[in-house]
């Protein structure tokens, strides 16, 4: 195992690749994406803003998915206010909501006015597949994830509005299973943020194909006949979760900080994926699993946007990192009906002990990792 030089990726993340300098894609990608002539790809996107525009009439021209999130503030500022495009947004709802996501949802619509189709889950089906994911994959929301993605697909075949948004490109810019360059979002359908995991793996006599239809990708030939485009918005323009940050502030959006209504454990910042309180459960299950979570992977964003020295981005990762929020982990078992001392042994059941050792009863980073950790510098598992 080792870690980056550069930043405070570790090669455990699944698909991270790493240089014979030992520096990660993700950073030789920050690189690259300075030299890029953003006029002329700001040129490309009016043009395809023009190639859609007005192309349903009156009706829609366009779906961003989109949640209550600074980025999703950016977006619809792009497409509605600078591209002059008539957007509908589509959402899945959240299983429970922050107050502060609930301000930041209802001022996106007002702030912008734009109309919102939200998909609202099945409770039933989510408790029950929220269950079995935690127990057979260690990621606690596979469904609700393969949900975001595939419900904007799915609505824009059913309207037949071919174009389809999407912020960043979370393959390319922080390493994935697809690391090419690229405007179209069409192979989402296989990124592993929500895992092609056979259906056969989560029905049973009570869950059927009809019970988690917003979760079901478009065949090829539905996509092929609307001839849907799906693209990424961080093709055309520089992106920055901190800059779409500062920009939504402007707009009305608030981060836990500006609202003092939470402020979570494990955590460098408080204004990302701050609209639901227990889906972040299922983000901190990569620490035991990969011995990393957001504090890594926010702090090695800042690290390649110049924001912070790897240094003390290294401090908050050995401080933070392996915390679990207990409002976000009790607001979870609450919704799942699940007891906290069966979580924790599904914990220890995937937890990596080559990566991840117990102190006072707490999964934390084995020594000789910590010091790997600190160095940039590999160390043998």
Not at 123 to 150: H, M, N
């Amino acid at each position: 195992m080792r870690y980056c030089k550069k930043c405070v990726m570790p090669d455990s993340r699944p698909y991270m690749k790493f240089d014979k300098e030992g520096i990660c894609y993700p950073c030789r990608v920050a690189e690259q994406l300075k030299k890029i002539d953003w006029k002329k790809r700001w040129k490309e996107l009016e043009m395809l803003a023009d190639q859609y525009r007005g192309i349903n009439g009156d009706y829609y021209d366009c779906i961003i998915a989109a949640s209550s999130g600074k980025d999703s503030y950016f977006q619809v500022h792009v497409f509605k206010e600078k591209l002059h495009m008539n957007p509908l947004i589509v959402s899945v709802n959240n299983f429970t909501w922050t107050k502060t996501g609930e301000h930041n949802w209802n001022n996106l619509l007002k702030e912008f006015g734009v109309d919102a189709h939200i998909m609202s889950l099945n409770p039933q089906v989510c408790k029950t597949l929220f269950r079995k994911a935690l127990e057979k994959l260690g990621s606690p929301t596979w469904y609700f994830d393969r949900a975001i993605y595939a419900y904007p697909y799915s609505t824009a075949v059913k309207l037949n509005i071919p174009l389809v948004i999407y912020g960043e490109d979370t393959n390319y810019l922080y390493g994935g299973p697809h690391t090419e360059e690229t405007p179209s979002a069409i192979k989402q359908i296989t990124n592993d943020v929500a895992k092609p995991v056979p259906w056969e793996v989560w029905l049973d006599d009570k869950i059927t194909m009809k019970d988690v239809n917003p979760a079901i990708f478009p065949t090829l030939e539905q996509i092929n006949k609307v001839k849907l485009d799906p693209r990424f918005l961080s093709y055309y323009m520089p992106w920055s979760g901190y800059k779409n940050m500062e920009f939504a502030r402007t707009r009305g959006f608030k981060t836990l900080d500006d609202t003092g209504e939470w402020k979570r454990d494990g955590y460098l910042e408080q204004y990302d994926q701050i609209d639901s309180v227990g889906y972040l459960t299922h983000t901190w299950f990569k620490f035991p699993k990969f011995g990393h979570q957001r504090v890594t992977e926010v702090g090695s964003l800042w690290i390649r946007e110049g924001r912070i020295s790897r240094e003390k981005v290294v401090e908050k990762v050995l401080e933070e990192d392996w915390k679990l929020d207990k409002k976000m982990l009790k607001d979870f078992l609450n919704y799942i009906n699940y007891k906290e001392e069966d979580f924790w042994k599904v914990v220890d059941r995937f937890a990596n002990r080559d990566i991840v050792e117990k102190r006072d009863g707490i999964w934390r980073l084995r020594k000789n990792v910590e010091q790997a950790l600190r160095n940039g510098d590999e160390v043998k598992i």
